[in-house]
Structure formats: structure tokens, C-alpha cells
């Protein structure tokens, strides 16, 4: 969903889809919140990724596994 | 000189040789903890009597000859993100008014094997969702903010209630109130520090690291963190005293770190890199990519992880949490998964670009913040270009490359604005390689010393 002008009712119906009921007092102030935020991160969208894959990791060897084998307990790297 | 004022190295020579006690040193610590705090508020909790206790039987071990290196029966305190076992943890937050740690953080275990004695948890801005850490004064103005979200931890170490201390650091919350109170922050390469038992504010952004008075005590620190001091029993391999930086390749950013940066920081870290190429050290004038989309992934990773760590506690105790940290929270909940990919997709662009960068140069100088400490209160700065910037955006601005890229940066003061404000200057070196960051460093604090008060002052602070 595009949140860009995000209105205080469209604010409170999406927060309330995803489980958090809004006061009716707090429904401006957390949708000019929420558009802010939205309006530095699709900055995002300029950029070509082709095939780059996300940041994030997955580790198949859980940290048991890693302490059976003396491995070190430093967490996942970027 | 008092026990308190002691840089960690030198409390852990005299306390080596004998020469002072871990309880004279423990008490003294204490003791000035008693005179400032109701100034300075950097501690949620001071836990003095477990403290003397740990002291006393800090004291009975090395009386036996069982010394377990250079931190054993130091003073130290711990951010309240970082669990320790009996202690509340309470994220400076009311929601977490009833917490009590069931058990260590990896951290905490760690400094505790190495001997160092708990002094008590220090404030952060809550849940470290912050960059001025309210409850707490700078240690060189009260009327100024102590920067955060580590700002307990940076004002107990500059002021002397506490010889070291740890922080986090999610976009520069480590270095931000170091930088600002005038001690040293280091923040490892992502992954090198456990944070198993650590709150998080967001789980592919969070650092553990060291505030201290030098760099030399950061490295001890550090030592002890990752392992190292156990390795190679008998001592840490120290960073050579000679200072000689021939062959260090410096890269000197040519955009982004000295842009919307104040005149007076920036001639403080320009002569502070004519002091590195004075030690030997080779400029290197580098191109800082992607700059354009640091706030963008940095927002992007951090904004959404945080909605998901307190999804719970949102939604059942929301007025529990502080009006700034609340509807950040809420406006969390509408970053959608196709913008947290994009996010964790331009960090691996961002990543791959600076490997690149790093491997034409050894460290990147830069300075730690734009501005010195501003007023309790302000709320923006207006730059020389005309554009107008939140405080907190201002603050996390330096700081969050080297969280996006997981690449360690350390800060270390390098001088005084008008008004004796801090100022500091960060080295950015290549994931892993934190020693050639702390030799730069290092080298850099011990010829300053040759030329002024030198490094490890504390904090004009009367008692």
C-alpha cells in the first residue's frame, strides 16, 4: 500500500488492519508522522537493484548448534 | 589526582602494582557519583553495595596473586538496555518500570569474568529511540543536552562517575553523546560484540561498545568484549606508543561529512587530520557514495524493526511510553514490507560501495557530529545554506553510515567550541579491522597530549 498522503482516517483504518486501534486525537498527528517517514524512505524507489539481494542473513546453524561446536557467539554477520 | 579521575589504563597499572586498591578505587568512584549525580542524573539505578562487595572480593583475588587482567576491580556502568542479573532493566522507560534481569547479558558475563565491578545501569534515551537522552545534563553544561541515546553512559564517564561504561549504538547512539560530552565511543563491526540479553532497538542496526576517556581504555575494553584478553592470557597487545602513522592511507571525505557541519567542528577535525598527516599518515580525498540514501535505509531498516519489537507492549500499555518515542512507534505500523526490502536491499549497495572505498584507503576521518551540544529544548538548527534541520536528524547524520555498513568507527575528542563544548572527530576503518581504527586514534591522542592537557580529563564538574 502507498501511504503517500495518508489522511488522519486513512491512518486509523490501516493501524487498525494491522491490530492497533488509534484514539481519534492521535489520528492527525500519527499520519503526518507516518507520511514523513514515508516521504524519506521512497527515496528508495529511484534506485536500480537488478539482482541485489537484501542486507539481511539467515543463519542455518542456530547458536545451540554453535555452542556444541565451539563455534564463536558473535551474531550474524551483515 | 583521585581514584575517580584515573583514565582505566592507569587505575589498572597502580591497582597492578599494587599501588591502589580496587576498594579506594571503587569508593572513590562512588563518592563522586554521590556529589554530582542530583546534578547530572546519568544513572537510573547506582547499585553501591553490590559494588563494594564485588570491589572487596576484587581485592582479596589480587591480594592472592590471582589478578585477571587490566579490568579486574574497575568501576564501570552499564546502558539500561543491557541486562544485568537482579537489576531492573528499564530502558529508562515506564513501561519497563517492574523488569528485573533473570540472568547476564553476554556483555555483562564477559566484564564480569574479567573482574570489573558494577557500579549501576545508566539512563539512555528511552528505549534508545533518541539522540538527546532528556533525564540526563552534559557534563560540561547542565543547561545542554547529554546526546543519546548512550547519554548516561558518556556523562557518568566524562564527569568521573564511572572509569568506563558501555552504550548501544543504532545510528550513532554510542559516538553522538561521547562526541558530545568529550570522551571516547567506539562502535564495533556489526556482529563482533554479543548482544544477546541487550534490548534492541532495532536488530540489524544495534552495536555494543565502550565509553571511555582514551583510546587506550577503549582497546582494553574491547579486549575484554570480544574474547581477546582470554586468548592471550598475560595481556592485550597494546597499540604502539611511538604514534608513527607511515603507510596509514586516510581517506579524507570530499562530500557529505563536512557539509551542514559547523565552522568551528570543522576546523577543529581538519586540524586534527593535519595532525595524523604530521604522524605520517597519507590524505587520500575520497568520494562518499550514495549519500543521497543514508536517511532513506537507515529510516527504513530502523523505523519498521522497532514497530516489531514493541508490537507487543503498543498495544497494550501505549501511554506508558514518552510522546516522541509512542508515535514513532505508531508510525511504524504503515512502512510496508516492500519498503523494508528496498531498504535492506540499498544496504547491500551501500556495503558493496564502501568495500570498494576501503580498499584504496586504511581508516576514513570524519567528524563525529555537525555541531556541538545544543541547549535542553532545541528542537532544530538552521544551517549556513538556509535549510533547517531537526536536532536528532543532525546528530545521526555522521554516525548512521558506519551502522548501515557495520564498518567500526570510533570518536575521540579534538577540541573545544567558543563556549568549551566538546568536539569530536570519527575514524571509520574496514569491517574487522578495529586495530588499525585504534592505532589511528591512539596515535592521534597521544601526540595531542604532547601539545595541550591531553586526553582523559574529566569534565569540569564541581563536587
Known amino acids: 500500500m502507498d501511504t503517500a498522503g495518508l489522511t488522519p482516517q486513512e491512518a486509523a483504518r490501516t493501524a487498525l488492519r494491522a491490530g492497533l486501534p488509534l484514539e481519534s486525537d492521535r489520528h492527525e498527528a500519527v499520519a503526518a508522522t507516518a507520511n514523513h517517514i514515508h516521504s524519506v524512505i521512497a527515496t528508495l524507489r529511484e534506485l536500480d537493484f537488478r539482482d541485489t539481494p537484501p542486507a539481511t542473513s539467515f543463519m542455518a546453524v542456530t547458536a545451540v548448534t554453535a555452542v556444541t561446536t565451539g563455534q564463536g557467539d558473535t551474531d550474524a554477520a551483515v | ?463
Open chain 2, 1 to 463: 589526582m583521585q581514584p575517580y579521575e584515573l583514565s582505566l589504563a592507569d587505575a589498572a597499572r597502580a591497582v597492578a602494582a599494587g599501588e591502589l586498591s580496587p576498594v579506594e578505587l571503587t569508593d572513590s568512584v562512588l563518592e563522586r557519583i554521590e556529589s554530582v549525580e542530583a546534578r547530572l542524573q546519568a544513572y537510573v539505578t547506582v547499585a553501591a553495595e553490590s559494588a563494594r562487595k564485588a570491589a572487596a572480593r576484587a581485592e582479596q583475588e589480587i591480594a592472592r596473586g590471582r589478578l585477571r587482567g587490566p579490568l579486574h576491580g574497575i568501576p564501570m556502568g552499564l546502558k539500561d538496555l543491557i541486562d544485568a542479573a537482579g537489576l531492573p532493566t528499564t530502558a529508562s522507560s515506564r513501561v519497563r518500570a517492574d523488569h528485573v534481569a533473570d540472568g547476564d547479558s553476554a556483555v555483562a558475563a564477559r566484564l564480569s569474568a574479567a573482574g570489573a565491578v558494577l557500579l549501576g545501569k545508566t539512563h539512555t534515551h528511552e528505549f534508545a529511540y533518541g539522540l538527546t537522552t532528556p533525564q540526563t545534563r552534559n557534563a560540561h553544561d547542565h543547561s545542554r543536552v547529554a546526546g543519546g541515546s548512550s547519554g548516561g553512559s558518556a556523562v557518568a564517564v566524562a564527569a568521573g562517575e564511572a572509569t568506563f561504561a558501555l552504550g548501544t549504538d543504532t545510528g550513532g547512539s554510542i559516538r553522538v553523546p561521547a562526541a558530545l560530552n568529550g570522551v571516547v565511543g567506539l562502535k564495533p563491526t556489526y556482529g563482533l560484540i554479543s548482544r544477546q540479553g541487550v534490548t534492541s532497538l532495532s536488530w540489524s542496526l544495534d552495536h555494543v561498545g565502550p565509553l571511555t576517556r582514551t583510546v587506550r581504555d577503549a582497546e582494553l575494553v574491547l579486549a575484554a568484549l570480544d574474547g581477546r584478553d582470554r586468548r592471550e592470557p598475560g595481556g592485550v597487545s597494546a597499540v604502539p606508543e611511538s604514534g608513527d602513522l607511515t603507510g596509514l592511507r586516510v581517506g579524507v571525505p570530499r562530500n557529505y561529512y563536512f557539509e551542514r557541519v559547523s565552522p568551528e567542528v570543522e576546523e577543529s577535525v581538519r586540524r586534527a587530520i593535519g595532525q595524523l598527516q604530521e604522524l605520517g599518515a597519507e590524505l587520500v580525498e575520497v568520494e562518499i557514495p550514495m549519500t543521497r540514501y543514508i536517511q532513506a535505509v537507515q529510516w527504513g531498516l530502523m523505523v519498521p524493526e522497532a514497530t516489531s519489537y514493541h508490537e507487543g507492549t503498543l498495544r497494550s500499555t501505549p501511554d506508558l511510553y514518552a510522546a516522541d518515542v509512542r508515535i514513532l512507534l505508531e508510525a511504524g505500523e504503515f512502512v510496508s514490507a516492500g519498503d523494508y526490502l528496498r531498504a535492506q536491499r540499498a544496504r547491500t549497495l551501500m556495503r558493496d560501495a564502501w568495500a570498494q572505498m576501503l580498499g584504496r584507503v586504511d581508516v576514513i576521518v570524519a567528524p563525529s557530529v555537525p555541531m556541538t551540544a545544543v541547549e535542553s529544548g532545541q528542537d532544530s538548527v538552521r544551517w549556513a545554506d538556509g535549510t533547517v534541520e531537526a536536532v536528532s536528524d543532525s546528530y545521526v547524520r555522521l554516525s548512521a553510515p558506519a551502522n548501515i555498513t557495520g564498518v567500526p568507527a570510533l570518536t575521540l575528542p579534538v577540541g573545544r567550541d567558543h563556549a568549551g563544548m566538546p568536539i569530536g572527530m570519527q575514524l571509520m576503518g574496514r569491517p574487522l579491522d578495529e586495530a588499525t581504527v585504534l592505532r589511528a586514534g591512539r596515535a592521534y591522542e597521544v601526540a595531542a597530549a604532547r601539545s595541550d592537557a591531553g586526553a582523559g580529563q574529566l569534565a569540569p564538574v564541581a563536587a
